[in-house]
């Protein structure tokens, strides 16, 4: 067997292994506390023949979708403003790393006060949780940009499009996708944590009626659409990933690459 064969072998085994495994778990206590494959899957048929997982699974996306698109618009830029600023970098990197290690969830109060009880304030709180990967992983990027590369490619008399395109953008790139990747999960849980306390519809909500009714058929499916949400979400942003690593970051930025921008 090839290498690649068995690769995609270990891959497939590990989802075999827990289906499995969660199969034969709900056998063991019963269907009552925990629905097996078979009954999440008819339990999920009614949500969407009935209308009561997708309306919920729709108004989640679309606040994933903003908050998401709100952590990238200030985490990025807020990442290169202190990557490039020595001054900014020393003035907030401190507070901004202790605010990071703060629970989050403790904040949420404030933000259900700032935007009251509609989709805003989950998009904000989603976009708080995703906003700090990016920055701290675009700043570190940028710290590590080899100096004698910037000073080759001004030696050259590169314009500033080309010593981006030389030197900036293979150095941080990788770091911003992996940054991405990491918001993504980080507002996916934002969204729905903010939707378990403080909404009137989302996954978040049928999580929490779905505790309170002890309805373990609905919490498995809600929980199981989460997980492969995410993972699709993942899966996608690891593809572009990937083509990105493929296509001019392939052999990186070194000092032989620099030049050849120039001609």
Known sequence: MSRAWAVRLGRAVVPMALVAAWAAAARLVGPV?????????ATFQHGLTTGWLTENVGITLVELALGFVWAVGIGLPLGIALGLSRVLREAYEGPLISLYAVPKVTLFPIFLFLFKLGPESKVAFGAFHGLFPIAILTWSAMRAIQPVHLKLARSLRLTPWQITRAVVAPAILPSIMIGLRLALNLTFLGV???????????????LMAGGAAFDMGRIVVVVCLVALLALAANGALWLVERWINSGFLRSGVTAASIPEVAR
Do not use: D, N, S
């Open 192 to 206: 729905i944590l903010g939707e378990m306390f403080g909404a009137r519809r989302g996954l978040g909500v049928l």
């Open 33 to 41: 506390f925990l629905p097996g494959p078979i009954e999440t899957v």
